[in-house]
T-cell receptor, first 111, second 116 residues
């Protein structure tokens, strides 16, 4: 069965400190992995996806198939990064885009 | 472009009552998805429409939930009768038809349903 695990419910970091949000998955095949973010009073939005291999708002995420992980990292956290972050998976072959989400990690960046 | 809209934003009902949630996707988006987040748990897929057809309803919890998308535009999700465990935030998302390529899903603001 496919599963997405985000072990941290809450991550509190100081502004300027590095932040890493962990995401592990289980899937019998090659999935597509995503990070979604929901800022306060805003809707859920796509932050980045592993196939694009780009950095968005200073965040990067590398898909490690050996460790089945897709951790999200940013070297210097900013106050505006405070939000709820969800790791999500889509099975290859499921071309219609149904997403499976982790439980989410609340990030709080304090000055 | 208003994006995906959902109505109502919040609904409080008593156990046993009926509630209908509505989602208006972005114009031109044939894919429409419903998801639900129950307190403290992950966002879970409920079902997926392609135009007016149900492509996948494997996530629907039981037959108290009925989703429709008449005419392939807006969609409704009816819960009848509502139970306490139905409380949560219901999200709708839409995307373009892809042909094997994943297109970004755009999410609505969600409807917070509270069943007392």
């Amino acid at each position: 069965a496919q599963r997405v695990t985000q072990p941290e419910k809450l991550l509190s970091v100081f502004k300027g400190a590095p932040v890493e949000l962990k995401c592990n998955y289980s899937y019998s095949g090659s999935p597509e992995l995503f990070w979604y973010v929901q800022y306060s009073r805003q809707r859920l939005q796509l932050l980045l996806r592993h196939i694009s291999r780009e950095s968005i708002k200073g965040f990067t995420a590398d898909l490690n198939k050996g460790e089945t992980s897709f951790h999200l990292k940013k070297p210097f956290a900013q106050e505006e990064d405070s939000a709820m972050y969800y790791c999500a998976l889509r099975g290859v072959g499921d071309s219609w885009g149904k997403l499976q989400f982790g439980a989410g990690t609340q990030v709080v960046v304090t000055p | 472009e208003a994006g995906v809209t959902q109505f109502p934003s919040h609904s409080v009902i008593e156990k046993g009552q009926t509630v209908t949630l509505r989602c208006d996707p972005i114009s031109g988006h044939d894919n429409l998805y419903w998801y639900r987040r129950v307190m403290g748990k992950e966002i879970k897929f409920l079902l997926h429409f392609v135009k007016e057809s149900k492509q996948d309803e494997s996530g629907m919890p039981n037959n108290r939930f009925l989703a429709e998308r008449t005419g392939g535009t807006y969609s409704t999700l009816k819960v009848q009768p509502a139970e306490l465990e139905d409380s949560g935030v219901y999200f709708c998302a839409s995307s373009l038809i892809a042909g094997g390529v994943y297109n970004e899903q755009f999410f609505g603001p969600g409807t917070r349903l509270t069943v007392l």
